[in-house]
């Protein structure tokens, strides 16, 4: 008898439709009669055609321990990234699962309606998609669970269109090869094709969370490019496939798909920290596109007039800084000997009550990169770990604050951030780092304090940012080699948002005494980004290649997991681009 709509099914649930159909099993939109609400029930039947008694036996057994696993992961409180199983009834002619109802389809109906409108899925989109999936898997590797099946036509949407995880019929768990272990396996792995990973493709072994990684970056690949990239050459990158993907998500990308397991992304929690971190990234700098589009005409109309007024200003306040500090000089000359006058660090007077500290970096060598016998977190742009000699020079001790940049804002005629009320500083956020400020903003500010105390202010080469923050020993955070903990930086589920500066020291300070640079906000370099520089980068000085397309950060910020954090690690980004988790900090020469 066919299951049709109004079908009462064990006057529990009332069939509404049709979802779905196989050999086997048939898929049902239905309503729980007791609560009135919207189920999918699985359901297999004795009187299938061509369902055999020992065929209904392995399926049954299969919907049994998917049952069972479910109701393992809704014992507390259930993750809203995995699709929920509520209910199984088994007996000898019928066997069902109540699972939730999914009410925005597919993953793969979504990404063939991007194929039939010869479109491809925003990068935007794509990223946060992965990141949902990936957090659904850290659930079950926390639960030592393998998936084996991530694919799209496993995510499914609710009705809010975020992500979840469907389909733990192939699941591997511990103690056992798969839910299916004991069934039918005509493959030393089961899974599907263009999805699994080589280690599952290939072997019997018992599989780790990296297996699970490989086919989510094969279906991320096939989000942002429309392609399935098991189809094309070995080593394709996606970013040679889209024009609009960024250094940062092609490289996260091939890490995700690299061919052994110990060298990809390790699990779904790594995965999700990795992805929200370039989501941030890449949202942000979409958000500020269209803003600053609708603002650049009017910005240029004012801007011959008020880089006039810029100069006339900065000239007033440089020579009144220079008469100043004639004065400062020439007290010091009279009240200390040569060795005294030599000060371990500066402070400049940007406008009344408003000043900015830099600390001195004496000259000499140091160890730049990082070490991959030392630090396991050590990424290929990092290396070679080399030997770098600096010149002696004076850097911030703190980030830029929101009150310095007020000062610069007003003085300048300059354009507030956009976060900002008009020229008004969030409540509250006087002495927090300035944050939605490009490169080229950040840079002209320097040249602003430099005006201001009659020298040339500047940002920091990643080499002198590098160094003022590690030391000379190779450390990997600027307080040593231990992990990051709330005491010593703002990192990823730290504080949610931007902290004063200073507010870690001295604990988390580097070795110079410079506050926040591990945390808190990403910070320019002046340079721009070449991957492999450091196998061909100068032993002396070195300033970055002479042009490019990005510009680095460094440092990590409030948003950022443990591996952005460390002092080593570099982050490119379009230099015109920006968002609330970066800002810089000022560099200048020794003399003044």
């Avoid at 990973?197 to 094969?218: F, K, M, R, V, W």
């Avoid at 008469?323 to 010091?332: V, W």
């Avoid at 980004?573 to 900090?585: A, W």
Wanted: charged share 25%; net charge neutral; with cysteine.
């Amino acid at each position: 008898m066919p299951y049709d709509p109004g079908y009462p099914l064990l006057d529990k649930y009332r069939i509404e439709k049709t979802l779905g159909q196989g050999a086997f099993a048939e898929v049902f939109l239905v309503t729980h009669l007791r609560l009135n609400v919207p189920r999918v029930v699985k359901v297999l039947r004795r009187d299938a055609p061509g369902m055999g008694s020992r065929d209904y036996a392995e399926i049954q057994a299969r919907f049994l321990l998917e049952g069972q696993l479910g109701a393992r992961l809704n014992k507390t409180k259930p993750n809203p990234r995995l699709l929920q199983i509520y209910d199984s009834y088994i007996d000898e002619n019928l066997s069902l699962l109540e699972m939730e109802y999914a009410a925005g389809g597919s993953l793969a109906q979504r990404i063939q309606n991007h194929r039939d409108q010869d479109q491809l899925m925003p990068v935007e989109e794509a990223l946060r998609v992965a990141a949902e999936v990936a957090e659904g898997l850290a659930a079950l590797h926390a639960l030592g669970i393998v998936h084996r099946d991530v694919k799209p036509a496993n995510i499914l949407f609710d009705e809010e269109g975020h992500a979840r995880l469907a389909d733990l019929g192939l699941a591997q768990v511990p103690g056992g090869g798969s839910q299916r272990s004991q069934l039918s396996e005509p493959k030393p792995q089961p899974g599907t094709p263009g999805y699994m990973s080589p280690e599952q493709e290939n072997s019997g072994a018992y599989l780790t969370p990296a297996s699970d990684i490989y086919s989510l970056g094969a279906t991320l690949f096939e989000m942002l490019t429309g392609r399935v990239q098991r189809s094309l050459r070995p080593g394709t990158r996606a970013a040679s496939l889209r024009a609009d993907l960024t250094v940062v998500v092609d490289d996260l990308l091939a890490r995700m798909l690299a061919k052994m397991p110990e060298e990809r992304v390790w699990d779904g929690d790594e995965a999700a920290g990795l992805l929200r971190e370039v989501l941030d990234v890449n949202s942000g700098a979409a958000r500020l596109r269209k803003e600053k589009e609708a603002e650049e005409e009017k910005q240029r109309q004012a801007e011959a007039q008020a880089r006039l007024q810029v100069e006339e200003y900065a000239r007033k306040v440089a020579e009144e800084a220079r008469q100043r500090k004639e004065k400062e000089l020439a007290e010091q000359a009279r009240r200390q000997t040569e060795e005294e006058r030599k000060p371990r660090g500066l402070i400049i007077e940007l406008a009344p009550g408003v000043t900015m500290e830099f600390v001195r970096v004496p000259a000499g060598e140091f160890l730049m990169g990082s070490d991959p016998k030392k630090d396991n977190l050590a990424r290929g742009n990092e290396q070679p770990q080399h030997k770098v000699t600096l010149d002696e020079y004076l850097i911030g001790k703190y980030p830029v604050t929101n009150r310095q940049y007020q000062a610069f804002v007003q003085a300048a005629g300059r354009k507030s951030p956009q976060h900002w009320s008009g020229n008004k500083i969030p409540a509250g956020k006087d002495n927090h780092p300035v944050v939605c400020v490009s490169w080229q903003e950040a840079s002209d500010f320097c040249a602003w304090a430099g005006k201001i105390s009659g020298s040339r202010v500047r940002l920091p080469s990643e080499a002198e940012w590098e160094k003022a923050a590690r030391g000379t020993d190779g450390r990997i955070y600027p307080w040593g080699d231990q992990a990051p903990d709330a005491q010593r930086c703002n990192f990823k589920g730290n504080v949610g948002d931007t902290t004063p500066v200073g507010q870690y020291s001295p604990q988390g300070d580097s070795p110079y005494g410079c506050a926040d640079m591990a945390g808190n906000v990403y910070e320019w370099a002046a340079d721009w980004f070449d991957e492999s520089y450091y196998a061909k980068s100068p032993a002396s000085n070195p300033n970055g290649p002479a042009s490019g397309k990005w510009r680095v950060l460094r440092g990590g910020s409030w948003y950022s997991y443990v591996s952005s954090v460390r002092s080593a690690y570099r982050i490119v980004v379009d230099p015109s681009k920006s968002n609330d988790g970066v800002g810089f900090r000022c560099a200048r020469s020794p003399s003044f």
